[in-house]
């Protein structure tokens, strides 16, 4: 127990740290306060104890790097049960009260304490080793990526801090029950501070007593030291990852982004220029960052060489914010737009918003979002993006297609099929929505062709729209032109609302994102199942018999927007073993699946400068498998992947799972 005169100063420590770190805090809060719309506050109970499932079993983290995943659950799961031993060592240093000599709870306790101090310690040490003495290429950023001239200095300083913190703050209050096992006698319930103790035999009891209360204000002092700098520094994760968790908004997929309201004549700008012009959550997002560098491990962009790390993008943000925080909090505009500090052009178009940051991000940021919003101001209020998507984008407003070829040769895939319009039978089962990869490019259009032999063969009641169909518009609004996917959806939407459809099966994974998981936003409630889980169903009916397959190895390739996106990871599985039996998995496969480059409107565009194109990286990791056949579920990445076999003439084939069940039929 402390002395009264160790009380009092202990007391006005605390007050003063309060008080400073209050101001800190504040600030954050009104930062994050400058960002736009507001918080759901819809099923709070159930999202709260998501959000600290989430948390409390670090739930994302496991999702990459397994062994450093499981080292830094040491440290994390340490700090949160020290929020318990602090707030009871204060208790102990001011009262005749022992929490660990408690009957039934003191001895678990005092074991929790001893094992986790220790995880942490060790961990810590690991951590440090790895950034300042083997400089891990994980940790690191290519020359070609954006950052501001603070960021390379400060992340190491930062992490040197909060390194030591850790160190320092968990070491001597080990070292404290060291000391005090040493005077008291052992301790087998804290075996690591037992064995440390044997080095103390020869100490004093003056001497002990002096240690035990050194490492006790050492070990709660640096936290009444660290408060005000805690809210600037890599360390505040712990506390705004639980935040980020509970915040986040529902999506229906992972993609999903909001809308903007373009019947309310009050808004002004469109999409993000500057920071405050994000979205508050996408503000809180660089509070929350812990700097890993996952997102940027699993960014197909960054990983071919182009200037785009998301890591980078939230690191850069929360650097300006660290730099501007007293004019931010006060209501100040940003005196640099996000382009000047936080991403380069080129790094915006690059990304093929494939959702890999956010599915592996370990706090739950979402820096693919940020990118889409900056996307819309570029388009909508700037006019400024690469000119290909001029193409796409008139295609679509004129022709109801990115090819900007006529409408009126939808249908001209289905000559001589006898493929039935709603017209001709206007009750059918299932609405077809073809797509226009199927409808107009000529290697899809044997997918559109297999499909409708596959429903024929099955005996599906099917109908398809013909040249009612229009493209969804989601180049359009991952593109950044969310007017023309406005205009768009609401045209679709009056369409099927005539229609009424009672299931729609689509061929594209990006026109089932769209019609079943966007469409809501304007109105369109529709029940929209992939392809491949409409042929599952059919082939677990027995209406699907293929014959055995005989032409070698097959992998499968999982689109984005499918797997990642949708979380349909089964379906096409499931028709491939039933097709061709046992397949091939690749190594980055189901919701860790790399994307084929064509995402986020890249297939209407030029590739930005890289090291190798994204779709060249997925086929050869592919063909490295030794399979003949890759198989996919998505017209974008039969493209990308037909091209890129083409271009390494190796013999492997590329075809949809519907072509490969229909040659069996």
């Given amino acids: 127990m402390l002395t009264i005169a160790e009380k009092f100063v202990f007391i006005f420590a605390v007050i003063a740290s309060i008080y400073n770190g209050y101001w800190a805090f504040r600030k954050v809060v009104l930062v994050i306060q400058r960002g736009q719309g507001d918080f759901d506050d819809k099923h709070i109970v159930r999202r709260t104890i998501d959000a600290a499932i989430s948390w409390i079993g670090l739930v994302p983290t496991w999702r990459a790097r397994r062994w450093s995943s499981l080292i830094h659950a040491g440290i994390a799961w340490a700090f949160m049960f020290y929020l318990l031993v602090n707030l009871l060592d204060i208790v102990e240093g001011y009262f005749p009260f022992r929490f660990g000599d408690l009957w039934l709870i003191g001895a678990p306790y005092r074991l929790a304490a001893d094992l986790l101090s220790v995880a942490a310690l060790a ?195 929360r650097y300006f914010i660290n730099a501007h925080m007293n004019e931010l909090a006060e209501g100040s505009p940003s005196s640099l737009k996000l382009m000047d500090y936080a991403i380069s052009e080129s790094a915006v178009w690059a990304c093929t918003a494939c959702g890999a940051c956010v599915q592996v991000c370990p706090v739950g940021n979402e820096p693919m979002f940020d990118i889409l919003y900056m996307r819309r101001n570029q388009v909508l209020m700037d006019s400024e993006f690469p000119e290909q998507l001029q193409t796409a984008f008139s295609g679509m407003e004129r022709t109801g297609n990115p090819w900007k070829m006529s409408a009126a040769d939808r249908m001209k895939w289905a000559d001589g099929l006898d493929i039935p319009t709603v017209d001709e039978n206007p009750d059918p089962d299932i609405l077809w929505w073809v797509g226009c990869a199927p409808a107009y490019d000529m290697r899809a259009q044997a997918t559109a062709k297999a499909f409708a032999r596959v429903l024929k063969a099955a005996g599906v009641n099917f109908a398809v729209l013909g040249d009612r169909e229009s493209c969804t518009g989601d180049a359009a609004r991952r593109a950044g032109n969310e007017y023309l996917f406005y205009e768009m959806a609401k045209q679709n939407i009056e369409t099927l609302n005539e229609v009424k459809p009672k299931r729609i099966v689509a061929t594209c994974p990006h026109c089932l994102q769209t019609l079943g998981k966007e469409y809501y936003q304007y109105g369109g409630h529709y029940d929209v199942i992939h392809h491949t889980e409409l042929i599952a169903e059919l082939m677990s009916e027995g209406k699907l018999k293929p014959r055995p397959w005989q032409d070698g190895a097959v992998t499968y390739h999982d689109p984005c927007y499918l797997g990642r996106h949708n979380g349909i990871l089964e379906a096409p599985r499931a028709v491939l073993e039933g097709t061709v039996g046992a397949i091939i998995e690749l190594p980055r496969s189901r919701k860790q699946s790399f994307c084929c480059g064509a995402g986020g409107a890249q297939m209407w565009k030029e590739e930005e400068h890289g090291t190798e194109a994204v779709n060249m990286n997925r086929y050869q990791e592919a063909a490295a498998t030794g399979a003949t056949t890759i198989a996919v579920g998505c017209p974008f990445c039969l493209t990308m992947l037909t091209d890129a076999s083409k271009q390494a003439d190796q013999g492997v084939q590329v075809k949809d799972i519907a072509e490969l069940l229909a040659e069996q039929l």
Avoid at 169 to 183: D, E, K, N, T
Avoid at 187 to 200: E, I, K
Avoid at 288 to 307: H, L, S
């Fill in 123 to 317: 961990g810590v040490v690991y951590f440090l080793l790895r950034r300042f003495v083997f400089n891990a290429k994980a940790l690191r950023f290519r020359d070609n990526v954006k950052l501001m001239d603070t960021v390379r200095p400060g992340l190491r300083r930062d992490s040197a801090i909060v390194g030591f913190f850790i160190l320092f703050h968990i070491g001597f209050r080990f070292l404290g029950q060291s000391f005090g096992i040493a005077r008291e006698g052992g301790d087998p319930w804290q075996p690591f501070a037992n064995a440390l103790s044997g080095l103390w035999a020869g100490f004093s009891e003056g001497l002990l007593i002096f240690a035990q209360h050194a490492s006790w204000w050492i070990a709660l002092g640096l936290i009444l030291a660290f408060i005000v700098y805690f809210p600037y520094s890599k360390h505040f994760h712990l506390i705004m990852s639980g935040v980020n968790f509970l915040t986040r908004p529902r999506r229906t997929a992972l993609g999903t982004i909001e809308p903007i309201n373009f019947e309310d004549e009050s808004v002004e700008q469109f999409g993000a220029a500057t920071l405050e012009q994000l979205p508050w959550k996408h503000i809180q997002d660089a509070y929350a960052c812990i700097m890993c560098n996952r997102c940027q491990d699993a960014c197909p962009a960054y990983t071919t060489g182009k200037e785009l790390s998301p890591s980078a993008l939230e690191i850069n943000k």
